[in-house]
């Protein structure tokens, strides 16, 4: 990592473009001793630069901040092939996803045909359940494609906290779900790579549709030899049917393996996620579903046929094209309108408070809130009642140790709180903005050397926004002296560690109070 003194950081800030010869003079005014660290501590305080991008700037590399005339502010996911990264569009200030190819795909020809071609059948799907790709390109010998930001997750993290999605919730991701493959292949587009990595759940409840990167544009001739497990799993579902690559017929197949994975938290084919090609191309993974009906959260009959026949290995069994899946679905959905707790009455009064019962102690409440999610309060209402009550007060829980966050999720939930579970500070701050939340949980321990710097941007954030911020700051022993950097009012409470989650408890509901 190589050494700056504030001056050359400042001026390399502004070089490179992420800030202005302006905003680099307030930052070093306002830099308590002129070191380099002090002006960092600035410009991360003053949300001019992210802990990303001072990362990247520290190591001297002045390549990788922008793409496409959108500005990179940190990264938010990665994979084998492609890390993403959340942006910004110059023009507008609107938030992007910004996905980049690997270095060490550069020099293989197969894998940036591939990446193109993600991008080359994005640009031509527009619907709102297919993550849209806006522009794609080759910048500083990288290879990138703007994207659609989703403020959400993808179902399997999502299922990880969950376990499964209640059928009156599900209902609407699965329609906008067939909806969005319904419009592809009427575009000529399959997407041939359908799982649940691959399923964006936004905070507002929307499902979309991403990572188009081995589909089939119909009427192309070129093809990428380029194999992954999804193309074994559909390759062995085809040899098995003896359909031709780039079937619609495959993709509403495995568009049932979602949703089979959705209602039940099981996956439909138990060796789906097995790096042992073999074992895919002998096909023991198609043989081996259990029933949709048999799982413990099954949905009511017809759902679960609908879905059964969507996944019918028989290729005459199993629908034919998306506008069959969908007009079942829609049907499906118009008779259960007026049904009471929109499930058909086919299941005994038994079973359906089993799995009340099962769904509230198995953490139905998490960051993404769908709407029509009969637990959504933790309180086992129905959607009807929660109407005609206020909303649950929300917490922003900004937490870097995974195990903590699942303990605040269910400690705090189960008060009546909503709790969106954060582990990234930059992440959290836009967070605030959008969801202006009751009470803020800050951990500053799990943060390190920048968490109360962090902190006190957000507090900035919030006087700058005219936002009331209501507190609750976790602090580790070593750490009690930054008790006197943090504001003194009633509205934040600060904890040194170890704590109690009855403090926890009792702090938040002195700030926000429910019950």
């Known amino acids: ?164 999605i209640e059928q009156k919730a599900a209902l609407p991701l699965l329609i906008g779900l067939g909806r969005g493959l319904q419009y592809s292949h009427n575009s000529g587009v399959t997407h041939r790579d359908l799982k649940a990595t691959n399923i964006l759940i936004s905070h507002s409840g929307a499902a979309k549709l991403v990572d188009f990167g081995l589909a089939t544009i119909e009427g192309e001739e070129k093809k990428t030899a380029n194999l992954n497990q999804r193309t074994v799993d559909y390759s062995a579902l085809e040899r098995r049917c003896a359909s031709p690559k780039g079937d619609p017929r495959s993709d509403i197949f495995f568009l049932g393996c979602v949703y089979y994975q959705m209602l039940s938290g099981q996956p439909a084919m138990q060796d789906a996620e097995s790096k042992d090609m073999l074992t895919k191309m002998l096909k023991r993974s198609l043989d081996a579903i259990k029933p949709l009906s048999e799982q413990r959260h099954a949905p009511d009959e017809e759902l679960t046929r609908i879905i059964e026949k969507m996944m019918k290995v028989e290729l005459r069994s199993r629908y034919q094209t998306m506008d069959e899946v ?30 009340l019962i099962f769904g509230y102690r198995g953490g139905q409440l998490t960051a993404t809130t769908i709407p029509g999610n009969t637990h959504a309060n933790g309180n086992g209402t129905a959607p009807e009642e929660e109407a005609e009550q206020a909303k649950p007060k929300q917490l922003l829980c900004l937490e870097a140790q995974p195990e903590i966050r699942d303990a605040f999720r269910k400690t705090l939930s189960k008060m009546g709180y909503r709790v969106i579970l954060v582990g990234d500070a930059d992440v959290a701050v836009e967070r605030f903005a959008e969801s202006t939340p009751d009470v803020v949980i800050f951990d500053i321990d799990g943060f390190g050397p920048e968490g109360i710097e962090q902190f006190l941007g957000l507090c900035e954030k919030a006087k700058e926004d005219e936002i009331p911020l209501s507190a609750l700051v976790l602090l580790a022993p070593k750490q009690k002296a930054l008790r006197q950097r943090i504001p003194t009012n009633d509205q934040i409470i600060v904890l040194d560690k170890p704590v109690k989650m009855k403090q926890i408890q009792e702090a938040v509901q002195q700030l926000a109070p429910v019950g």
């Open 1 to 164: 990592m190589v050494e700056f003194d504030a001056e050359s950081l400042a001026e390399q800030a502004v070089m490179i473009g992420l800030v202005n010869n302006e905003q680099a003079l307030e930052a070093r005014m306002d830099a308590a001793d002129g070191s380099a660290d002090a002006l960092l501590r600035s410009m991360l305080r003053k949300g001019l630069l992210t802990s990303w991008q001072i990362d990247r700037l520290q190591k001297s590399d002045p390549t990788g901040f922008f793409f496409g005339g959108c500005k990179v502010l940190f990264h938010i996911a990665e994979g084998t092939f492609a890390r993403v990264y959340r942006g910004v569009r110059l023009t507008d200030n609107k938030p992007v996803a910004i996905k980049v190819l690997r270095q060490r795909f550069v020099a293989d020809p197969a894998a940036i045909i591939r990446f193109n071609k993600e991008a080359e059948a994005g640009m031509r799907l527009v619907h709102p359940n297919i993550v849209q790709i806006l522009d794609y390109g080759e910048q500083d010998k990288k290879h990138y494609m703007i994207m659609e930001y989703v403020e959400g997750s993808n179902l399997r993290d999502l299922l990880k906290i969950r376990v499964h």
């Open 326 to 355: 969908i007009k079942e679905l829609s049907a499906y959905e118009a008779l259960i309108k007026n049904s009471p707790n929109g499930v058909l009455p086919t299941k005994s009064e038994a079973r359906i408070e089993d799995e």
